[in-house]
């Protein structure tokens, strides 16, 4: 049993690991993370619902996941080959799409969060 969870504590290290490098390496996820510290900081002094709290921070979370995922496809395919390969780059432009429609649902989430918070949320 013990051996199970020092398993489960060594994955937990390694994934806080991976976020600090995507953290270190990539400026989106710096970008991102001021973005998600600032709306945080502004609609907590709105008097939010539980129910906007959750979708607030669920359409903050889904952008910083894609955001792991895209890098983590960029960095198997520059492990693949740095040289330029057309189906490289469809691979990571698709990934970079997956990002973007993220970070767009999140905005407009968080435009209708914002507009309406003024009549109690939603």
């Not at 490098?21 to 939010?48: D, F, G, H, P, R």
């Not at 960095?75 to 490289?88: A, G, M, R």
């Not at 973007?100 to 109690?120: E, Q």
């Amino acid at each position: 049993m013990i051996k199970i969870f020092s398993s489960q504590i060594r994955s937990i290290r390694h994934a806080i690991e991976v976020i600090k490098y995507a953290c270190m390496t990539q400026l989106n996820v710096k970008l991102e993370l001021v973005i998600v510290t600032v709306v945080c900081l502004y609609a907590s002094t709105l008097s939010l619902s539980l129910t906007t709290w959750l979708l607030l921070s669920i359409a903050l979370s889904v952008v910083l996941i894609a955001e792991l995922f895209n890098t983590a496809i960029e960095v198997t395919c520059d492990l693949i080959s740095l040289k330029y390969d057309i189906n490289i780059k469809i691979i990571k432009d698709v990934a970079a799409g997956a990002v973007l429609i993220a970070a767009f649902s999140a905005f407009c989430i968080i435009i209708i969060i914002l507009l309406t918070s003024k009549n109690g949320g939603i």
